[in-house]
């Protein structure tokens, strides 16, 4: 398929000849970059002008029944969605438009890379060399996810596959070295006296095609690889090794070997396990060094990255430890939410219009936070919306909740002991132990029967407050909480989403 080229106004993108006011050096005149767009990928990159980016990672869901696409646990959108990619023709049409706008605003010297598995990799690469064509392919990256896989009856499926494909002129490409191995490196078993490894190496052309130099040194006649120039600066520089059997050989310093370059098999990157310092607790999270990687290989400082299925961010964070501009895009407000917080977390970067606009900082686009938009919300996404932003925990699995849809862990819930004493708790349990269950209902109006089986929640736990959200409470509702805080002294704070739209909850909080 024919590279399209955009009809449509770059609505994000700047003109050329727009003033610019920021201070810092911008890559592109056209784009504006460190920013987060919530909402489809179509959609956004339409907005794209042609040719804008330098390196492209996806790692869309897959056409897996591992559930890719949510972020935590069973939920009736992800079945949603299953049933939406039931088949691999399903999946492969949904992606394939997006496929195009992506190589639309590829720069031809830029770099693609579409992250996949077995389930559908076979019909991904036929689409990607209708879309970017059969000679923009580089290679297909086979990527150890995990250490064994027990499937029955067939071999472990451990491995994804990694599609690399070039815009189709000469692409960036800074060569990767990883270290030889053991057995390579322990032919180095000669040593300098200034501690300096080496081995030897022919120099003869002797069965070389193509010739060689015909001369005699230090009393050695052969065809020699080098002229006798290069010889005698070769022994100057103390790099001949004179063999007992009157021989002339080169020496081979292990600290000049750069190591061998990287090849499509990569079994040395882990996959992220629950423990690991980076992990978010998503699934579908690639290890940072992953993307580390291919954006070392395939960008330089200042360029530009886009992810237009970033998740938790990994890409995106990995662009900016490594000086690169980048755009991350997710259809999740809940993922952009999540990623927001961890570049701040992580690259210490603020979510800030002023910063961002004089060339510091990051803004979050598009997100649906509108009244209107959040009645429309899977009730997955609304839910994330609303325990995050009062401050708290989500709950990660939608089952077995037991009516809980997150947690508030208040500040003002430091351990008094902080010792770990014979029998005493230990303090950062105690500080697990404090907090306020919340519970949401994206519910016009919320009525009698919500509270009371809420306030069971609140027995059950032991907890002496709580907070409910929804659009609107009925007069019955309110009364309800009212006499339970009379009977059982326990509180329940009753918030509506406009009251959270409005920041007037703060106070509600504490
Ligand atoms: C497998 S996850 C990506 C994980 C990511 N590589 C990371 O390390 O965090 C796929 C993401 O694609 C998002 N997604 C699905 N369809 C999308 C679309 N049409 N446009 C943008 N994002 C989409 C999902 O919300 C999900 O967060």
């Not at 700047?14 to 056209?30: D, M, Q, Y």
Request: glycine share 8%; hydrophobic share 35%.
């Amino acid at each position: 398929m024919a590279r399209k080229r955009s009809t449509s106004k770059p609505t994000t993108a700047k003109r050329a000849s727009a003033p610019t006011v920021r201070r810092t050096i911008k890559p592109s005149t056209l784009l504006d970059t460190r920013i987060v767009y919530s909402g489809d990928c179509l959609d956004q990159l339409a907005k794209l002008p042609d040719g804008c980016v330098d390196l492209i990672y996806i790692d869309p869901p897959f056409n897996s029944n591992r559930n890719y696409e949510v972020f935590w646990g069973e939920t009736k959108e992800k079945r949603a969605f299953e049933d939406r990619h039931a088949s691999t023709a399903a999946y492969i049409d949904y992606m394939r438009p997006r496929c195009v706008e992506l190589s639309r605003v590829l720069k031809k010297t830029g770099s693609f890379y579409y992250h996949c598995d077995w389930h559908a990799s076979h019909y991904v690469k036929v689409m990607l060399d209708q879309i970017f064509g059969e000679n923009s392919f580089q290679n297909e990256i086979i990527w150890k996810r995990t250490g064994a896989h027990n499937d029955p009856r067939r071999y472990g499926a451990n491995v994804d596959s990694i599609f690399f494909y070039t815009g189709g002129g000469s692409h960036t490409w800074n060569p990767i070295y990883v270290p030889h191995n053991d057995k390579y490196i322990a032919r180095f078993r000669n040593v300098d006296p200034d501690g300096r490894r080496w081995t030897d190496d022919n120099l003869t052309a002797k069965g070389l095609s193509g010739g060689g130099y015909d001369y005699e040194y230090k009393g050695c006649r052969s065809l020699w690889r080098c002229p006798i120039e290069t010889m005698r600066r070769l022994d100057a520089e103390d790099k001949l090794h004179f063999t007992g059997k009157g021989g002339i050989r080169i020496k081979r310093y292990l600290d000049e070997n750069k190591g061998v370059p990287l090849q499509a098999l990569w079994d040395d990157i882990s996959p992220i396990n629950s423990q690991a310092h980076e992990a978010l607790g998503y699934p579908t999270q690639k290890p940072l060094a992953l993307l580390d990687r291919i954006i070392k290989a395939s960008s330089n400082p200042n360029d530009i990255v886009l992810d237009g299925f970033c998740g938790c961010g990994t890409a995106l964070v990995a662009a900016q430890n490594l000086d690169r501009q980048w755009i991350g895009i997710d259809i999740s407000p809940t993922a952009c939410r999540v990623m927001a917080k961890r570049l701040q977390d992580v690259c210490k970067i603020r979510e800030d219009e002023d910063l961002w606009r004089s060339g510091r900082g990051f803004v979050v686009r598009g997100l649906p936070w509108t009244e209107e938009n959040l009645r429309k919300l899977p009730p997955f996404e609304f839910e994330n919306w609303a325990v995050i932003s009062l401050g708290g925990i989500p709950n990660k699995t939608q089952v077995g909740d037991m009516g809980i849809d997150g947690r508030i862990f208040p500040v003002t819930a430091t351990p008094k002991k902080v010792g770990t004493a014979k029998g005493e708790t230990p303090a950062f349990e105690q500080f697990l132990d404090h907090w306020y269950p919340i519970q949401v209902k994206q519910k016009n109006k919320v009525g009698r029967p919500d509270i009371d089986s809420f306030e069971a929640v609140m027995t059950r736990e032991d907890r002496v407050k709580g907070f409910f959200v929804s659009f609107d409470y009925t007069r019955d509702a309110l009364r309800e909480i009212d006499a339970f805080f009379r009977k059982s002294g326990k509180v329940i704070i009753p918030l509506t989403v406009r009251e959270i739209l409005d920041e007037q909850i703060a106070q509600k909080l504490v």
